[in-house]
């Protein structure tokens, strides 16, 4: 039901994108493949092309299901938090044993079979946990991940794994130690994968006015298993109000007055900050978390935020000043992925 109100909702798109997203969505895989051998004929039918796309945690890979993923070439990211150390604080069995060596075996091994697309990891950064070059070193130089990208925690249902205020300006001061290796590499024509940054500076290249955060309500819903539609995965389970239901469709006065209302920055912080069109006020669940209220700016990391636009700008700039074919190889065929 889901597909086919994706095709009827937007029947103009020529490229689709599903993803999968957990918990850890290969414990019900009989589903996925379901829904993979059934998106893969509906789009053909209507013409379309359809990608895929999941978060994994890497417990449960075998070599079958790296090489069904591989056949149909889904886009993969990789929850892993970094070396033993630093992953086994958080990522543990229901039993309390740490997670590392299995994801880390498991890991390896996908990196070892998968040829169809670049594969990435994705970390979260809890309480304690701030040293972002160590993590990047260990999964893009020992680990060989293709891009490394980072989800400080700020205002998780969990406050014992919420950054302090404190750690939260060492993450960003640590995010750009690693930038500053990011530009040395980019001058020197290479990619040293910290998506983070990389993504910051093709949002900079392609000159886009982001008016609202993401695309969230916009190109983008969650649905969850009864198939109510939320405004990101985020949502799901959350005490927010959902949007329609995929046998009933989208409720489209609801979702259009939710994002007229965040379009609307009179009044706020936002309405005169200088990095409002790359920012857009922030994560609607981070504000939803922390204030109750997904259309409150996130004043608690603007300064942050500011500064961090400031540095990718300031990358951005001299690479384009000393090796403008970094943005060209490395930028420019994102955007046409």
């Not at 950064?125 to 990047?136: A, C, K, N, P, Y």
């Not at 955060?213 to 109000?241: I, Q, Y």
Request: glycine share 8%; net charge negative; aromatic share 10%.
């Amino acid at each position: 039901a889901s597909v086919e109100m994706l095709l009827k909702e937007s029947p103009n798109e020529e490229r689709y994108s599903v993803v999968f997203f957990g918990g850890e969505p290969l414990s019900n895989r009989a589903l996925i493949e379901h829904m993979v051998a059934y998106c893969e004929r509906r789009f053909a039918e209507a013409g379309k092309q359809v990608e895929f796309i999941m978060t994994t945690n890497a417990t449960v890979l075998t070599e079958e299901i790296v090489d069904w993923l591989d056949a149909h070439r889904f886009g993969l990211s990789i929850s892993i938090d970094g070396p033993k150390t630093v992953h086994d604080r958080n990522r543990i069995t229901v039993g309390g044993q740490g997670t590392y060596d299995v994801v880390r075996r498991k890991a390896d091994m996908l990196l070892s079979r998968y040829r169809s697309r670049p594969v990435g990891a994705r970390v979260t950064l809890t309480r304690g946990i701030t040293d972002v070059e160590t993590i990047w070193n260990h999964l893009f130089n020992e680990m060989g991940f293709a891009e490394v990208g980072f989800a400080p925690v700020t205002s998780g249902d969990m406050a014992d794994f919420n950054l302090s205020g404190d750690e939260l300006v060492q993450v960003f001061d640590n995010m750009k130690a690693l930038g500053r290796r990011y530009l040395e590499a980019a001058l020197a024509h290479r990619n040293i994968g910290f998506s983070n940054l990389h993504q910051l500076i093709t949002d900079i290249h392609e000159g886009h006015k982001k008016a609202l955060p993401c695309g969230a309500g916009l190109k983008m819903l969650a649905v969850d298993h009864e198939g109510e539609l939320n405004l990101c995965h985020r949502f799901t389970g959350s005490s927010l109000p959902t949007f329609g239901n995929v046998h009933q469709g989208v409720k489209q006065a609801q979702l259009n007055d939710f994002l007229s209302q965040r379009l609307d920055r009179s009044g706020t912080g936002c309405d005169s900050c200088r990095i409002r069109n790359l920012c857009s006020g922030g994560c609607y669940h981070e504000s939803y978390a922390r204030y109750g209220d997904p259309q409150h700016p996130t004043y608690h990391y603007c300064e942050l935020m500011r500064d961090w636009v400031d540095f990718g700008i300031e990358v951005y700039s001299r690479i384009m000043a000393v090796n403008p074919a970094f943005i060209d190889r490395y930028i420019t065929p994102r955007k046409a992925h």
